[in-house]
T-cell receptor
Framework: AQSVAQPEDQVNVAEGNPLTVKCTYS??????LFWYVQYPNRGLQFLLK????DNLVKGSYGFEAEFNKSQTSFHLKKPSALVSDSALYFC???????????WGAGTKLIIKP | DSGVTQTPKHLITATGQRVTLRCSPR?????VYWYQQSLDQGLQFLIQ???????AKGNILERFSAQQFPDLHSELNLSSLELGDSALYFC?????????????FGPGTRLTVL
């Protein structure tokens, strides 16, 4: 069965430090992978996606994600965290049988000043 | 701003009632998706429409129904409401059906059932 996992419910990072939000997936064939961010009382905002090509994908707000096929991971990263990055982050993988997104449970990112 | 609009922003109603949530997709997008987000169950896919036709169903209750109109806006109808239906309901849209298409989300409707 196709699935995506975000192993950490919450990640705490000091402002200015690098951050990583983890995502692993299980899908047959080549995956289509997505990251979204949800700020409090807001809808989900698209950050970036991996479809094919370069394993390092750059997205909005200085975020990037690295696709690692051997480890079936797609971790979200940022070199220097901002307090304003504090939000809920969702990883998703496309189910190729029906084109629906399979969502992770979300990771709450807290950036402390 | 994603370009997806949803109305109303907030809705408070009583158990047993029926409500309608409305979504207008981004200009040019043919696909509309409905999601439910509750505290204990995360983001749940409900249903998808493409160019007026139902394309995929997720965890949608029989009390819930949706449709997409010729102008591509969509409505989600929730009936015989229960306390457990209180949640954020999101609409998203994408250009086509292609797997690589990005879904863009609206701001959501917060439904409170008392």
């Amino acid at each position: 069965a196709q699935s995506v996992a975000q192993p950490e419910d919450q990640v705490n990072v000091a402002e200015g430090n690098p951050l990583t939000v983890k995502c692993t997936y299980s899908v047959s064939g080549n995956p289509y992978l997505f990251w979204y961010v949800q700020y409090p009382n807001r809808g989900l905002q698209f950050l970036l996606k991996y479809i094919t090509g370069d394993n390092l994908v750059k997205g909005s707000y200085g975020f990037e994600a690295e696709f690692n096929k051997s480890q079936t991971s797609f971790h979200l990263k940022k070199p220097s965290a901002l307090v304003s990055d504090s939000a809920l982050y969702f990883c998703a993988v496309r189910d190729k049988s029906n084109y629906q997104l399979i969502w992770g449970a979300g990771t709450k990112l807290i950036i402390k000043p | 701003d994603s370009g997806v609009t949803q109305t109303p922003k907030h809705l408070i109603t009583a158990t047993g009632q029926r409500v309608t949530l409305r979504c207008s997709p981004r200009s040019g997008d043919l696909s509309v998706y409905w999601y439910q987000q509750s505290l204990d169950q995360g983001l749940q896919f409900l249903i998808q429409y493409y160019n007026g036709e139902e394309r995929a169903k997720g965890n949608i209750l029989e009390r819930f129904s949706a449709q997409q109109f010729p102008d591509l806006h969509s409505e989600l109808n929730l009936s015989s409401l229960e306390l457990g239906d209180s949640a954020l309901y999101f609409c998203a849209s994408s250009e086509r059906l292609a797997g690589r298409d990005t879904q863009y989300f609206g701001p959501g409707t917060r439904l409170t059932v008392l």
